[in-house]
């Protein structure tokens, strides 16, 4: 089955720790996204890559990184200068290049810091 | 003035009532329009597009206002299993970026 997939489902981490969160697809997607949700929030957007090698910042890129360096991957690190970094983190793709598809999300990863 | 702005409710009707729910938009480019649906702790999944004209899927009619920028989600004749938060999604002018509404709740009440 296609589908979008992100590990692990949850995280603990320790404080002034770095932490990478998985997202794989196998939708032969070329746009792939993460976002952040809050309790009681909307989604906003970490990073984007419309393409391989692609790396483009969303609203609140500070303190995260991420590399797209297969199609199928968009790993996303989470480093100690992200502040408060406790959220329900969600992986997407759509087709991307222009065309107005719908985005297909992962189960997400809820991280926790401890 | 945020991309898309929804009113977050909570919206909480009885079994068989019917409600609606706005969105509106602040990109007058913008390509494409959809409706989420989230459920607690989990992904948000497609619940459907909307088109210019409106579309229909069963209980559910979307519309889209593009000369006032807003779309609109009604459900008639709400069950118990359409508890869950809706969220208004456009997608940008270069088709590669979306924005979300912060999400409308919805309880329904037996």
């Known amino acids: 089955d296609g589908g979008i997939t992100q590990s692990p489902k949850y995280l603990f981490r320790k404080e002034g720790q770095n932490v990478t969160l998985s997202c794989e697809q196998n939708?032969?997607?070329?746009?792939m996204y993460w976002y952040r949700q809050d309790p009681g929030q909307g989604l906003r957007l970490i990073y984007y890559s419309q393409i391989v090698n692609d790396l483009q910042k969303g609203d609140i890129a500070e303190g995260y990184s991420v590399s797209r360096e297969k199609k199928e991957s968009f790993p996303l690190t989470v480093t100690s200068a992200q502040k408060n970094p406790t959220a329900f983190y969600l992986c997407?793709?759509?087709?991307?290049?222009?065309?107005?598809?719908?985005?297909?999300f992962g189960q997400g990863t809820r991280l926790t810091v401890v | 003035r945020k991309e898309v702005e929804q009113d977050p409710g909570p919206f909480n009707v009885p079994e068989g009532a019917t409600v609606a729910f706005n969105c509106t938009y602040s990109n007058s480019a913008s390509q494409s329009f959809f409706w989420y649906r989230q459920d607690c702790r989990k992904e948000p999944k497609l619940l459907m597009s909307v088109y210019s004209s409106g579309n229909e899927d069963g209980r559910f009619t979307a519309q889209l206002n593009r000369a006032s920028q807003y779309i609109s989600l009604l459900i008639r004749d709400s069950k118990l299993s359409d508890s869950a938060t809706y969220l208004c999604?456009?997608?940008?002018?270069?088709?590669?970026?979306?924005?979300f509404g912060t999400g409308t709740s919805l309880t329904v009440i037996p």
């Open positions: 939708l032969n997607h070329d746009a």
């Open positions: 997407a793709s759509s087709m991307g290049g222009g065309r107005s598809t719908e985005a297909f």
């Open positions: 999604v456009v997608n940008g002018r270069t088709g590669n970026q979306f924005y």
